[in-house]
T-cell receptor, first 114, second 114 residues
Framework: EAQVTQNPRYLITVTGKKLTVTCSQN?????MSWYRQDPGLGLRQIYY???????DKGDVPEGYKVSRKEKRNFPLILESPSPNQTSLYFC?????????????FGSGTRLTVV | AQTVTQSQPEMSVQEAETVTLSCTYD???????LFWYKQPPSRQMILVIR??????QNATENRFSVNFQKAAKSFSLKISDSQLGDAAMYFC???????????FGTGTRLQVFP
């Protein structure tokens, strides 16, 4: 089944403890992106990647890192999480030739930083 | 900068009735794409309908249709014959042509009553 898989689905962590949220897609999509969803703010883009080894900042990149060493994987790294990073995170992907048609989203990761 | 506004945080509708969700956007572009995404309690982001700005004809997908008013920068979603499964958060989104980023509104929570 074609899908975007995020892990974990839920995560509670403490301030300052490094964590990684994984994202993997099995559709050979070039483009991948991370969004965070917060009440009253909708979804905002954190980082995106047009292809392997090509990443760029979105609108809210502070406190996050990403890497794209393989086409299928696009992990989101929080080196020193803080409570203001408590949010619902989505990974999304699309083939570049169909970028006008919207994304395929993962199921989301609910992160709580205490 | 482009913005997307959903002025109705919550809406409700009776089963089998019709409901319209509002969305306005601000852009100086002439060619772009507009989307409605549905987010049920499962958190999955599901593409409901898509509109290309250069097409005057309103998009339709089964019970879902849009009223696209380009001059007014309005993109409302009409759900006909509402069903209990339509209960969800609905997000309006905009993408400028030849860019990757989706810009989301803040969402409208739709309740459907039997």
């Amino acid at each position: 089944e074609a899908q975007v898989t995020q892990n974990p689905r839920y995560l509670i962590t403490v301030t300052g403890k490094k964590l990684t949220v994984t994202c993997s897609q099995n559709m050979n999509h070039e483009y991948m992106s991370w969004y965070r969803q917060d009440p009253g703010l909708g979804l905002r883009q954190i980082y995106y990647s047009m292809n392997v080894e090509v990443t760029d900042k979105g609108d809210v990149p502070e406190g996050y890192k990403v890497s794209r060493k393989e086409k299928r994987n696009f992990p989101l790294i929080l080196e020193s999480p803080s409570p203001n990073q408590t949010s619902l995170y989505f990974c999304a992907s699309t083939p570049l030739e169909r970028i006008a048609y919207g994304y395929t989203f993962g199921s989301g990761t609910r992160l709580t930083v205490v | 900068a482009q913005t997307v506004t959903q002025s109705q945080p919550e809406m409700s509708v009776q089963e089998a009735e019709t409901v319209t969700l509002s969305c306005t956007y601000d852009t100086s572009e002439s060619d772009y794409y507009l989307f409605w995404y549905k987010q049920p309690p499962s958190r999955q982001m599901i593409l409901v309908i898509r509109q290309e700005a250069y097409k005057q004809q309103n998009a339709t997908e089964n019970r879902f249709s849009v009223n696209f008013q380009k001059a007014a920068k309005s993109f409302s979603l009409k759900i006909s014959d509402s069903q209990l499964g339509d209960a969800a958060m609905y997000f309006c989104a905009y993408r400028k042509k030849r860019t990757d980023k989706l810009i989301f509104g803040t969402g409208t929570r739709l309740q459907v009553f039997p």
